[in-house]
């Protein structure tokens, strides 16, 4: 598979829209989401309030991750909080969600930051994901930091199978 992470242009809202009312649908039923036009004007606007990378694979968008700069006062470093990530079911076990991860810590470090966070409340899948490289607390509550977090960035633009293979152990995020 082809797959490419790239940052969500205003031409994406169509596509961002469709994953995001799969993602409600399966994640969070009754809840309204985003019209294109909103995704349009807060998130893939010239100023956007909310940053978004889309993993395309030339055909369609398969996935997506959202993601917020964060200041964490208790270590005085910036980070990122994951609000969101989401990949099409008939694409999940294949890496996509690790290669959106990768590319946002890659984004957060270019920035100076530190760490990313996020939680893992809703599936158990998603929780082993997660624990593969991130701290998973009992809450959901996770978080990628120090070694492990600078290794995860490195790995952005490698292809999904060397992704893995290079995946730092968990115990490097409690390691400068």
């Known amino acids: 598979m082809s797959l490419k992470i790239r940052k969500a242009s205003r031409d994406d809202a169509d596509a961002l829209a469709s994953l995001l009312d799969a993602y409600i649908r399966e994640s969070y039923p009754g809840h309204l989401g985003s019209t294109p036009d909103q995704l349009r004007r807060d998130v893939l606007g010239e100023q956007p309030l909310h940053h978004v990378l889309l993993a395309d694979t030339g055909v369609t968008a398969v996935g997506f991750i959202g993601w917020d700069r964060v200041y964490d006062m208790h270590w005085a470093t910036s980070g990122a909080q994951i609000a969101d990530l989401f990949v099409l079911p008939s694409h999940r076990g ?5 290669a ?77």
């Open 100 to 176: 959106l991860v990768a590319n946002v810590a890659a984004q957060v470090r270019a920035l100076r930051g530190g760490f990313l966070r996020g939680g893992a409340y809703d599936r158990e899948s998603t929780r082993r994901s997660y624990a593969r490289l991130a701290v998973v607390h009992p809450s959901g509550d996770t978080f990628l930091a120090a070694k492990a977090f600078r290794r995860v960035a490195e790995l952005a633009d490698l292809p999904i199978r060397d992704i893995i293979r290079r995946l730092p152990p968990v115990e490097w995020n409690f390691t400068d």
């Open 94 to 98: 294949l890496g996509v969600s690790l």
